[in-house]
């Protein structure tokens, strides 16, 4: 079959993935006896449309998967989706012009999957554009009833084990999600604001001046602190102040926790403006006021202030203070604050029941477990080890929220019994179920109410290694640990995290063997993400694939190490172009050869060996020396050094050297034996296999179309993707004739320049070419090479001169050119 002279990508894109579902290349063979290779693949939100930054790191992931699909692994390589949180909430709201609350939990969850449904097809349309080897047949929902079963039996197991307690306590809440959120959920944020000293007085009447940047929480001041080592304050104990405006008094009270040397050195503790509120609050066991509501506005206990958000408060209470001559100075000041990942607005703390999962007391076995996992790039382990060496609060697992996994709780209202649901009746909504036992198992009453909330959508999204062995029956032939998390480094506090946590509490073992941590497609300085699309000026994945063949957009994405924010840059797409190009057209150059040659199962090409000549040992010393290289950056996941193996290989080895030292032999093969020819051709059929196998994995469609024009007749393989890639099948060694042909090349190398130096083609012929050295055994072994060294020189005649020559040089006499070159 004659190969197109361009390569059609659209075309071949097609025929590629439509073979590739036919025969089921990727599907989990569940039979198979080879090694499993697991991926703990991370389930995209649906909210919406995908970005290129999601393609950046499902990239990394599937080439990774390719590899080792080529190494001989039976590879399970799921893909979920998670659609059971605010995002999904919010996006179907808007597609559907309503409002959740509106409707009863069952029948928006039913609406979400038909909605979802349609999204994650198109999700599944893009990723199969792109070339994704996942097994489509293993796709789950973290919304789904398998996966609501198994998200409520993970609360009702670690609440029977004692690591899930309700208590009242404050949280960090977000008035504008409405919601209470989990540290993990939390940014930090740079903001202006003004430092603002505020005039207050003992009860006796002596002036005090503190210095806050939340006046407006003056209703909610409930005492005021100093550091006990500051004389300057040592009198005031057991005193009492007044606090302006409102003019109710509160406790002057001594903690070390105070910073002298801030402001003035005296902090009013208001409930709760920050950790260190709260923190007074337990340790003093100080009164509670809520100035702030479940609505972001101020309660009726703040006076003035009452109906107010957080701004307008705050504009508020300085005018009056300013009225009142009790705002004695202020200035602007630049600080970081916690604001909701989702939002970016920042935090409240509110005191609610929540659900809360047991972190600090365990935290020295968090960071112990880090050690069992093998983390790829190392160094993201140790933000992993800083996250929880620095968390300060237990996990909260409950939103206020409507849309969600509901608790399988009711609560009696008499003896205040937490009843769980049976596990038979799961996935359970108590606010749609009555209690099935009708009385409470401590007391008989019959006052039971469901749990309101809905578990944090991390609580469910930690299990998906569980999801992936149908935990608890566990009856997949995929088991924990599974091989691979793959993740981007933003999420290691979340997903890395809370699922090393699950894993532990359930099942006293790590989720996987290693963790693979991909960096940030970045704008400028700005990471490409959904909340930030048309902000950024980086094309979509669908406009990317209009104006790229799907493997150039993948080798875009190779170029980015693991663990490394990387610009988007068209440049780079560029070069993935000229790669894909200049594959097709070396291919097609070698086709004849290739398809010459005379391919026999039943001979063993070690045969042929050993009557290779110079040239093809060298090359293949080249490329198995490349392979060798290709295969220790690849087994450290290190693709992007790999790629940059196999380019020079192919463009500087392969193309520009042994293509060229090969063209006589393919243009005027009556000059040669057939045993040079039949040499040429196998090592262009092994070599040309080969290269196609270490681009498999970056670029899968070119180099299976390649494989099904020119090899698949003799290979019989069905497809590329499914051929072993052993390293150890390349062990050709062969310094000594690889040293010989390098000389060849410096001796081309020198024609070349001389020929360019005096303006002379390349395929201008030479009448003598004199070869000058003052190694004598260096001429004897260029001499085994004078057919190959006239053929690309376009000499007619060799000389071999045993002496120096001072400078290289070109001499014409008439139309007779003679060079003279020094090796």
């Given at each position: 079959?004659?190969?197109?002279?361009?390569?059609?990508?659209?075309?071949?894109?097609?025929?590629?993935?439509?073979l590739?579902?036919?025969?089921?290349?990727y599907?989990?063979?569940?039979t198979?006896?080879k090694?499993?290779?697991?991926?703990?693949?991370?389930?995209?939100?649906?909210?919406?449309?995908?970005?290129?930054?999601?393609?950046?790191s499902?990239?990394?992931?599937?080439?990774?998967?390719?590899?080792k699909?080529?190494?001989?692994?039976?590879?399970?390589?799921?893909?979920?989706?998670?659609?059971?949180?605010?995002?999904t909430?919010?996006f179907?709201e808007?597609?559907?012009?309503?409002k959740?609350?509106?409707?009863?939990?069952?029948?928006?969850?039913?609406?979400?999957?038909?909605e979802?449904?349609?999204?994650?097809?198109?999700?599944?349309?893009?990723?199969?554009s792109?070339?994704f080897?996942?097994?489509?047949?293993k796709?789950?929902?973290?919304?789904?009833?398998?996966?609501?079963?198994?998200?409520?039996?993970?609360?009702?197991?670690l609440?029977?084990k004692?690591?899930?307690?309700?208590?009242?306590?404050p949280?960090?809440?977000?008035?504008?999600?409405?919601?209470?959120?989990?540290q993990?959920?939390?940014d930090d944020k740079?903001?202006t604001?003004?430092?603002?000293?505020?005039?207050?007085?003992?009860?006796?009447?002596?002036?005090?001046?503190?210095s806050?940047?939340r006046?407006?929480?003056?209703?909610?001041?409930?005492?005021?602190?100093?550091?006990?080592?500051?004389t300057?304050?040592?009198?005031?104990?057991?005193?009492?102040?007044?606090?302006?405006?409102?003019?109710?008094?509160?406790?002057?009270?001594?903690?070390?926790?105070?910073?002298?040397?801030?402001?003035?050195?005296?902090?009013?503790?208001c409930t709760?403006?920050?950790?260190?509120?709260?923190?007074?609050?337990?340790?003093?066991?100080l009164e509670?006021?809520?100035?702030?509501g479940?609505?972001?506005?101020?309660?009726?206990?703040?006076?003035?202030?009452?109906?107010?958000?957080?701004?307008?408060?705050?504009?508020?209470?300085?005018e009056?203070?300013?009225?009142?001559?009790?705002?004695?100075?202020?200035?602007?000041?630049?600080?970081?604050v916690?604001?909701?990942?989702?939002?970016?607005?920042?935090?409240?703390?509110?005191?609610?029941?929540?659900?809360?999962?047991?972190?600090?007391?365990?935290?020295?076995?968090?960071?112990?477990?880090?050690d069992?996992?093998?983390?790829?790039?190392?160094?993201?382990?140790?933000?992993?080890?800083?996250?929880v060496?620095?968390?300060?609060?237990?996990?909260?697992?409950?939103r206020?929220?409507?849309?969600?996994?509901?608790?399988?709780?009711?609560?009696?209202?008499?003896?205040?019994?937490?009843?769980?649901?049976?596990?038979?009746?799961l996935?359970?909504?108590?606010?749609?179920?009555?209690?099935?036992?009708?009385?409470?198992?401590?007391?008989?009453g019959t006052n039971i109410?469901?749990?309101t909330?809905?578990m944090?959508?991390?609580?469910?999204?930690?299990?998906?290694?569980?999801?992936?062995?149908?935990?608890?029956?566990?009856?997949?032939?995929?088991?924990?640990?599974?091989?691979?998390?793959?993740?981007?480094h933003?999420?290691?506090?979340?997903?890395?995290?809370?699922?090393?946590?699950?894993a532990?509490?359930?099942?006293?073992?790590?989720?996987?063997?290693?963790i693979?941590?991909?960096?940030?497609?970045?704008?400028?300085?700005?990471?490409?993400?959904?909340s930030?699309?048309?902000?950024?000026?980086?094309?979509?994945?669908l406009?990317?694939?209009?104006?790229y063949?799907?493997?150039?957009?993948?080798y875009?994405?190779?170029?980015?190490?693991?663990?490394t924010?990387t610009?988007?840059?068209?440049?780079q797409?560029?070069?993935?172009?000229?790669?894909?190009?200049?594959?097709?057209?070396?291919?097609?150059?070698?086709?004849?050869?290739?398809e010459q040659?005379?391919f026999?199962?039943?001979i063993?090409?070690r045969?042929?060996?050993?009557?290779?000549?110079?040239?093809?040992?060298?090359?293949?010393?080249?490329?198995?020396?490349t392979?060798?290289?290709y295969?220790s950056?690849?087994?450290?996941?290190?693709?992007?050094?790999?790629?940059e193996?196999?380019?020079?290989?192919?463009?500087?080895?392969f193309?520009?050297?042994?293509?060229?030292l090969?063209?006589?032999?393919i243009?005027?093969?009556?000059?040669?034996?057939?045993?040079?020819?039949?040499n040429?051709?196998?090592?262009?059929?092994?070599?040309?296999?080969?290269?196609?196998?270490?681009?498999?994995?970056?670029?899968?469609?070119?180099?299976?179309?390649?494989y099904?024009?020119?090899?698949?007749?003799?290979?019989?393989?069905?497809?590329?993707?499914?051929?072993?890639?052993?390293?150890?099948?390349?062990?050709?060694?062969f310094?000594?004739e690889?040293?010989?042909?390098?000389?060849?090349i410096?001796?081309?190398?020198?024609?070349?320049?001389v020929?360019?130096?005096?303006?002379l083609?390349?395929?201008?012929?030479?009448?003598?070419?004199?070869?000058?050295?003052?190694?004598?055994?260096?001429?004897?072994?260029?001499?085994?090479?004078?057919?190959?060294i006239?053929?690309?020189t376009?000499?007619?005649?060799?000389?071999?001169?045993?002496?120096?020559?001072?400078?290289?040089?070109?001499?014409?006499?008439?139309?007779?050119?003679?060079?003279?070159?020094?090796?």
């Amino acid at each position: 079959m004659e190969m197109d002279k361009h390569y059609e990508h659209s075309a071949f894109e097609k025929q590629a993935r439509e073979l590739w579902e036919e025969n089921k290349i990727y599907q989990f063979d569940k039979t198979s006896k080879k090694e499993t290779f697991s991926i703990d693949t991370p389930p995209p939100t649906v909210s919406g449309s995908l970005h290129t930054g999601h393609v950046f790191s499902y990239a990394h992931t599937d080439i990774i998967a390719r590899f080792k699909r080529m190494q001989g692994f039976n590879i399970f390589y799921p893909m979920g989706f998670d659609d059971n949180g605010l995002a999904t909430e919010r996006f179907v709201e808007k597609t559907h012009k309503i409002k959740a609350h509106n409707l009863k939990r069952s029948e928006f969850i039913k609406l979400c999957l038909q909605e979802t449904e349609k999204v994650e097809k198109e999700f599944e349309n893009l990723w199969k554009s792109l070339g994704f080897s996942m097994d489509w047949t293993k796709v789950y929902s973290t919304i789904s009833n398998r996966v609501r079963k198994i998200s409520q039996y993970s609360f009702i197991d670690l609440y029977n084990k004692n690591f899930i307690y309700r208590k009242s306590e404050p949280s960090l809440y977000c008035t504008t999600c409405r919601t209470a959120v989990a540290q993990a959920e939390l940014d930090d944020k740079e903001i202006t604001t003004t430092f603002n000293d505020i005039e207050f007085q003992t009860q006796d009447g002596e002036k005090l001046i503190i210095s806050t940047t939340r006046p407006e929480l003056l209703p909610a001041c409930v005492a005021i602190f100093y550091n006990p080592e500051d004389t300057r304050y040592a009198h005031l104990k057991d005193k009492n102040a007044v606090v302006p405006i409102f003019n109710k008094q509160v406790k002057i009270l001594a903690d070390e926790k105070v910073d002298p040397e801030k402001g003035s050195g005296l902090v009013m503790c208001c409930t709760f403006g920050d950790q260190t509120d709260i923190h007074w609050f337990k340790k003093h066991k100080l009164e509670f006021i809520q100035a702030v509501g479940n609505n972001g506005k101020w309660t009726n206990v703040t006076g003035p202030l009452e109906g107010l958000n957080a701004i307008e408060a705050r504009k508020k209470i300085l005018e009056l203070l300013k009225d009142s001559k009790q705002l004695l100075s202020q200035k602007q000041i630049t600080h970081s604050v916690n604001v909701h990942e989702r939002c970016k607005q920042e935090i409240e703390y509110i005191i609610f029941p929540q659900w809360f999962i047991k972190i600090l007391e365990n935290k020295q076995i968090f960071l112990d477990l880090a050690d069992k996992i093998d983390w790829k790039p190392a160094f993201m382990k140790s933000r992993y080890k800083d996250w929880v060496s620095n968390l300060s609060w237990d996990w909260c697992i409950s939103r206020q929220r409507f849309f969600g996994i509901p608790f399988p709780v009711w609560h009696c209202q008499d003896c205040n019994q937490i009843i769980l649901a049976d596990e038979k009746d799961l996935p359970i909504d108590p606010q749609e179920i009555l209690y099935p036992g009708k009385h409470c198992p401590n007391c008989s009453g019959t006052n039971i109410k469901p749990d309101t909330d809905v578990m944090d959508t991390w609580n469910t999204s930690a299990l998906t290694p569980q999801i992936n062995t149908n935990w608890p029956e566990n009856n997949t032939s995929i088991s924990m640990p599974m091989s691979m998390r793959p993740q981007a480094h933003d999420i290691i506090r979340t997903w890395a995290f809370d699922t090393i946590v699950k894993a532990h509490y359930h099942s006293n073992m790590i989720p996987w063997k290693e963790i693979v941590i991909s960096g940030h497609v970045l704008a400028g300085k700005e990471k490409v993400s959904k909340s930030k699309e048309g902000s950024i000026k980086v094309p979509g994945p669908l406009d990317l694939l209009k104006n790229y063949p799907a493997d150039v957009i993948r080798y875009w994405a190779a170029n980015g190490k693991l663990g490394t924010d990387t610009a988007f840059s068209e440049n780079q797409l560029k070069i993935g172009q000229r790669l894909i190009t200049k594959l097709w057209n070396a291919f097609r150059f070698c086709k004849e050869h290739i398809e010459q040659f005379k391919f026999n199962n039943n001979i063993d090409n070690r045969d042929i060996e050993n009557n290779l000549d110079n040239l093809n040992k060298w090359l293949l010393d080249n490329f198995s020396n490349t392979v060798k290289t290709y295969h220790s950056y690849f087994e450290q996941y290190d693709y992007t050094l790999a790629l940059e193996t196999a380019e020079k290989f192919f463009w500087h080895i392969f193309c520009d050297n042994y293509l060229e030292l090969i063209k006589d032999q393919i243009f005027n093969p009556d000059k040669y034996s057939e045993q040079i020819l039949q040499n040429t051709r196998f090592t262009l059929y092994t070599v040309g296999l080969g290269i196609l196998k270490l681009f498999a994995p970056i670029l899968p469609h070119i180099t299976e179309t390649i494989y099904q024009q020119l090899y698949k007749d003799k290979e019989k393989a069905v497809s590329l993707h499914i051929i072993t890639f052993n390293k150890n099948l390349y062990n050709y060694s062969f310094e000594k004739e690889a040293n010989l042909i390098n000389k060849v090349i410096e001796l081309i190398i020198l024609c070349r320049k001389v020929k360019t130096e005096n303006k002379l083609s390349l395929k201008a012929e030479i009448e003598n070419l004199n070869i000058y050295s003052e190694k004598n055994e260096i001429l004897e072994q260029l001499k085994q090479e004078e057919t190959l060294i006239l053929g690309i020189t376009k000499a007619k005649n060799l000389n071999f001169l045993n002496k120096k020559l001072q400078d290289n040089n070109l001499e014409k006499i008439g139309e007779i050119l003679n060079m003279s070159l020094s090796i």
